[in-house]
């Protein structure tokens, strides 16, 4: 079975995308809650303070599933491309962190399923060309620079109204490539590199 959804139809039904997926959820199972007790059972979904959490490794197996699914991205080309991105990062450790700019190809290649599950198709020369922009903005001074994992995908908490938070997705990725003409973002060339790698 192969589903797609579309938001905006989804609103012209007066209908949420998340509605019509639990709808969808509903009309396929003859027993939602061993379904759900399943889910929780294998540590799929945690139980916090009454609110249910996918947990983290869930999560990304879901995004590959979702992104594997669509079958238009190739693992041939996510492999090259996440090892490409990451030459394109600095080297070395976040100050006074454990953790690499670089971060792991395995992060990297997750990440860029979810962006191109979320973002649609770029060329491999957008993301790179939007990836070296982005590095060449801290003019070197990389103490504010984000990992590269967090650079193409982020989860970031944001208060509603009422005090609670969500959780949205964010990518310094798409933006950088959806505003790749404005005046104020530097542009790169393969200058910098040379400086990083020596």
Request: charged share 35%; glycine share 4%; with cysteine.
């Amino acid at each position: 079975m192969k589903i797609t959804i579309d938001e905006k139809v989804c609103l012209k039904h007066k209908l949420t995308p998340e509605e019509v997926l639990l709808t969808l959820a509903i009309r396929s199972s003859k027993d939602l809650k061993k379904v759900f007790d399943n889910l929780v059972n294998r540590e799929v979904l945690v139980d916090r303070e009454g609110k249910y959490y996918v947990t983290q490794h869930w999560s990304d197996e879901i995004d590959e599933i979702l992104c594997d699914s669509i079958g238009e991205v190739s693992d041939d080309r996510i492999n090259n491309l996440a090892e490409e991105l990451r030459d394109c990062y600095p080297k070395g450790k976040m100050p006074n962190t454990p953790y690499y700019y670089r971060c792991n190809s395995r992060e990297v290649r997750q990440k860029l399923k979810k962006f191109f599950t979320l973002y649609g198709k770029y060329s491999d020369e957008e993301l790179i060309n939007a990836t070296k922009r982005y590095v060449a903005s801290f003019n070197g001074n990389y103490k504010y620079l984000p990992l590269i994992k967090y650079f193409i995908v982020k989860n970031k908490k944001v208060m509603d109204e009422d005090g609670s938070y969500h959780v949205v997705e964010v990518s310094p990725l798409a933006d950088f490539l959806e505003n790749k003409e404005d005046n104020n973002v530097v542009t790169a060339s393969d200058d910098w590199l040379v400086e990083v790698r020596n």
